[in-house]
């Protein structure tokens, strides 16, 4: 059963930002995640998470980036959520600086 044609994006360039989104920035924000995480935490721990749970939860935010209307909101929240994991990795190294 083909897809209705009005739920499609219409626009190529929405659509670049999309898939562009949900595969890019859904891998920026699962790396930069599981790297604040690894300075919080057991860094073992997190790093074998990641091998599974970072597949999982990058496929998540692959199809959460084409529910949104405009892709380009999407690539807005994604840097941001990494901004501010890349934040927390910094503050990490800061205070355990031996890891």
């Given at each position: 059963m083909p897809a209705n044609k009005k739920y499609l994006t219409k626009s190529p360039v929405?659509?670049?930002?999309?898939?562009?989104?949900?595969?890019?920035g859904g891998y920026l924000v699962t790396?930069?995640?599981?790297?604040?995480l690894a300075l919080w935490v057991s860094h073992v721990d997190v790093l074998m998470t990641l091998r599974f749970g970072g597949f999982i939860l990058w496929v998540?935010?692959?199809?959460?980036?084409?529910?949104?209307?405009?892709?380009?909101?999407?690539w807005e929240i994604y840097l941001g959520i990494t901004l501010f994991f890349s934040f927390?990795?910094?503050?990490?190294?800061?205070?355990?600086?031996i890891l």
């Open positions: 929405q659509r670049f930002a999309k898939i562009s989104a949900g595969m890019i790396v930069s995640f599981h790297l604040a998540a935010l692959l199809i959460v980036a084409f529910l949104a209307k405009n892709g380009w909101k999407t927390a990795f910094y503050l990490g190294k800061i205070y355990h600086p």
